[in-house]
């Protein structure tokens, strides 16, 4: 124990820690952040919520073709998929997915249609 004391008695006072509270830091801005106007914020912004959205929209449409397809073809799962539950799926999965993409399809140009009807 003494050992630890005398150790601490060869560090200089201005090296050792002392107990005193924290003091406020700034966040740190990015620069990039910094030299942006607000139109420009706003469609980084806009930008990053599609990317977000459109990635949200791929995890659904797989969830959905795992629940849909993969129930309807794959009645006894097993080590491997014979060639006709290969075949179920495959099909099934390209329907499902010409299906998806007409809903979506229909779905953005009503929402273009509305926004052009509002401007």
Not at 44 to 71: G, T
């Amino acid at each position: 124990m003494q050992d630890l004391f005398a150790s601490l008695e060869e560090i200089p006072k201005r090296q050792r820690v002392r107990n005193v509270a924290p003091t406020f830091q700034p966040p740190i801005i990015p620069q990039h952040l910094v030299i942006m106007d607000s139109a420009s914020v706003k469609q980084a912004v806009m930008q990053q919520v599609s990317s977000e959205a459109n990635m949200a929209n791929v995890r659904l449409l797989i969830e959905k073709l795992q629940e849909n397809c993969f129930q309807k073809c794959v009645p006894k799962p097993g080590g491997s998929l014979s060639s006709s539950e290969q075949s179920c799926a495959t099909s099934c999965m390209e329907k499902y997915m010409a299906a998806w993409n007409k809903v979506n399809s229909s779905y953005i140009d009503r929402l273009r249609q509305e926004q052009g009807v509002q401007m």
